[in-house]
């Protein structure tokens, strides 16, 4: 297949809509049920790189949800403890398989911004994956392959109608890459920097003890934030992104929504709110949405006379900002990366709050030894990588 032609663009209105190889090669994709669109195209490339990367730096399955061409979530497999599982409502499926526990993750750090996403696989899809999946809402999914079994599963889902795309492993880009504007054709090389161990050995901070799940964690922030919307931020911790802050102007501004990300996916596992008691029959997003808006500043609308019985079976106690201070000070260890330089250390102060030790971006600002010095006054760790990862 040479071209796929596509029911419309980015919208409705804008047709024809095509996918196509310029040098009329065949297409290294397959298309085995559904009818993918101009975004899920979008997604499910950039989404099958992230995983191919992350399985190449780590050795480890990896999976990523995708939403309006920017990861929600990105994970490894690594296994679960039975606080997450609980918390990614996967601790009824028995035994997951790596890949499953990739996506699992992937898929739980951010369940609001996860809805309706694009899944990508970097290994065959196996039964295991495949039961996590038929049981959420995502538009679509690219993989390597699937397993017989698994296949079957996705394609009840949306009535047959699943979009479920597999891609050709070995399929290698063109090094020069084109994107029309306006009219006017953009040309540049590929984006095809290596990610690895030594991409973070310029440590410029007092403390310069990286551990390894430490490097771990900075390889897979520096590989979502290279298919993330710029300008970004991505914290992580033992192997998944647990907040990702995406197209923002400011870099404080992505500092703080990836952080606020990354508190929520934390508190969500505070005792307050795994002891929430739901009512019978009610469904995974309107619990998702209850959850988010228990543990924000709106919670209220969730816990007011009249409303709360809608959700619960008991009305839960408030939880207060004291209390959901006193547990996010018990968050450590975690990672952050930066697609560009931090401009000010008020980005590390913010990290801080969320537990940040170890600090992966580029460096270059004219107040690197004010973000170097507020480094230090935390005992983080922090590398200067040199280089950017904007991605547009």
């Known amino acids: 297949m040479k071209e796929l032609e596509l029911k419309y663009g980015c919208n409705p209105n804008q047709k024809p809509a095509k996918i196509f190889m310029k040098d009329e090669k065949e297409l290294p994709i397959k298309v085995l049920s559904g009818r993918p669109g101009y975004i899920n195209f979008l997604d499910a490339f950039n989404g099958w790189q992230l995983v191919k990367e992350l399985k190449e730096a780590t050795g480890l399955p990896a999976a990523t949800s995708f939403k309006h061409v920017s990861p929600a979530g990105a994970a490894v497999g690594l296994p679960l403890s039975d606080t997450l599982k609980k918390i990614y409502w996967v601790d009824d499926l028995g035994e997951l398989s790596p890949l499953a526990c990739a996506y699992a993750r992937a898929r739980g750090a951010d369940r609001m911004s996860s809805f309706g996403d694009f899944i990508s696989l970097s290994d065959v899809c196996d039964v295991s994956t495949a039961k996590i999946i ?29 979009n479920i795309i597999e891609i050709d492993p070995e399929y290698v880009p063109a090094p020069i890459e084109h994107k029309d504007v306006f009219g006017i054709t953009f040309e540049q090389g590929r984006n095809e920097l290596k990610i690895d ?43 998944q992104a647990i907040g990702i802050g995406a197209g923002q102007q400011s870099r404080i501004h992505c500092t703080r929504l990836a952080g606020n990300k990354a508190d929520n996916w934390f508190l969500r596992q505070s005792p307050k709110v795994l002891g929430l008691q739901f009512v019978d029959g009610i469904g995974r997003a309107d619990r998702d949405n209850a959850i988010d808006l228990y543990i924000g500043d709106e919670y209220m609308d ?60 580029p460096g270059g600002s004219v107040r690197d030894d004010n973000v170097i010095e507020t480094c230090n006054k935390y005992d983080m760790v922090m590398s200067f990588t040199g280089l950017r990862l904007f991605h547009h």
């Not at 900002?321 to 102060?349: H, Y």
Request: with cysteine.
């Open 134 to 162: 038929k049981r959420e809402v995502s538009d679509g999914i690219i993989a390597p392959g699937y397993e017989p079994e698994a296949l079957e599963i996705l394609k009840q889902k949306k009535k047959g109608n699943y």
């Open 302 to 361: 969730v816990l007011a006379d009249g409303v709360w019985e809608k959700t619960f079976k008991v009305k839960p106690e408030v939880f207060t900002a004291e209390e959901k201070r006193a547990w996010l000070d018990q968050m450590t260890d975690v990672t952050l990366g930066s697609d560009a330089f931090f401009p000010f250390g008020d980005n590390i102060e913010r990290a801080h709050k969320s537990g940040v030790k170890y600090i992966a971006q």
């Open 197 to 239: 161990d030594d991409f973070f050995s310029n440590v410029v901070t007092e403390n310069k003890e990286l551990t390894d799940q430490a490097k771990i964690d900075m390889a897979i922030s520096m590989i979502t934030l290279k298919y993330t919307q710029s300008n970004s931020v991505c914290y992580v911790k033992e192997g």
